[in-house]
């Protein structure tokens, strides 16, 4: 594993995986826990802050490892965690802030499929890439989706089990499906 990292502690858990290790950079105090996947292969690279934590079978993909084009990639802000078993799907760009806390199971994806030709399989439409901001000091909760094209605002809270299509104004509490703001935290 050859990646551009400051000073600090590297922790990489059992049957975790980097690949294409070149294309990451961290700040100081990186976790990488038990069985964690992280494609780096992508425009932007992986760009983790200090003191990131990515969860227990967590996986990052910006790229399809079976062929299609390279994907933008992910940046992760200081204090912040991708949670265990979450889905980070940054062929688009993925921008998480500072401070973020992210719950198991949480799916985030920056792209869609295309659809609209029924004459051709879907398979063959090929996707509309986007992006996804997180900003800071945002929990996002269990098994939460938060779909592409979509910022979640500074201090705001996702419930548990949310599927967010939609931008989420700052120190909002969401929740539902489609997820829609139930209360204010100013």
Known sequence: ???????GLVLVG??????YAHYLSAGKDLIIEDGAEINCLSTDGIQ???RVTIGKNAIIRPSNMYGGSIGAGLIVGDNSN?????????????????????SPGVSIYAENHNFSDTSIPMKEQGVTVSFVTIEDDCW?????????????GKGSVVAAGSVVTKNV????????IPATVIKSRN
């Open 169 to 176: 104004p700052p120190f909002s509490v969401v929740a539902g």
């Open 1 to 7: 594993m050859f990646f551009k990292k400051s000073s």
């Open 48 to 50: 983790l802050g200090n």
């Open 14 to 19: 059992k049957n975790a995986s980097i690949r």
């Open 82 to 102: 991708i949670g265990p078993g979450a889905y980070i799907g940054c062929t688009g760009l993925i921008t998480i802030g500072n401070n973020v806390m992210m």
């Open 140 to 152: 996002i909760a269990s098994n939460s989706s938060i779909l592409a094209g979509v910022t979640i």
